[in-house]
Nanobody, 128 residues
Framework: QLRLVESGGELVRAGESLRLSCTGS????????IGWFRRAPGKEREGLAC????????NYADSILGRFTISRDNAKNTVYLQLNNLQPEDAGIYYC?????????????????????WGQGTQVTVSS
């Protein structure tokens, strides 16, 4: 069974940091690009960051550039999203998704239809 599980979301104060994890199972993890997305309250889901199979290439949304960092450890079947200087507008459900595509494909630009499967999400809440 193909599975992605997000973890690490919690309630934090503005200015604090979190590290989210996305762990895969049931598939060959290092053959998939991984993306992180966020659905904020009342808003559509948006792409935040993604990394290619080896972690060599990464892409970030302008809205989080410089504050969030994506990384992956294929030995642990895990991709991380480091969230720094969190603000109330960063609150939402954070999802990871897997794309069986190479560098530069639609998935790399956060096109959701290009992702094969998704996790259930982890909640991040930021108090002001």
């Amino acid at each position: 069974q193909l599975r992605l599980v997000e973890s690490g979301g919690e309630l934090v104060r503005a200015g604090e940091s979190l590290r989210l994890s996305c762990t895969g199972s049931g598939f060959t993890f290092d053959r998939y690009g991984i993306g992180w997305f966020r659905r904020a309250p009342g808003k559509e889901r948006e792409g935040l960051a993604c990394t290619t199979k080896t972690g060599l290439n990464k892409n970030y949304a302008d809205s989080i550039l410089g504050r969030f960092t994506i990384s992956r450890d294929n030995a642990k079947n895990t991709v991380y999203l480091q969230l720094n200087n969190l603000q109330p507008e960063d609150a939402g459900i954070y999802y990871c998704a897997a794309a069986n595509e190479g560098y530069g494909g639609a998935w790399y630009y956060f096109k959701e239809h290009d992702y094969s499967f998704w996790g259930q999400g982890t909640q991040v809440t930021v108090s002001s």
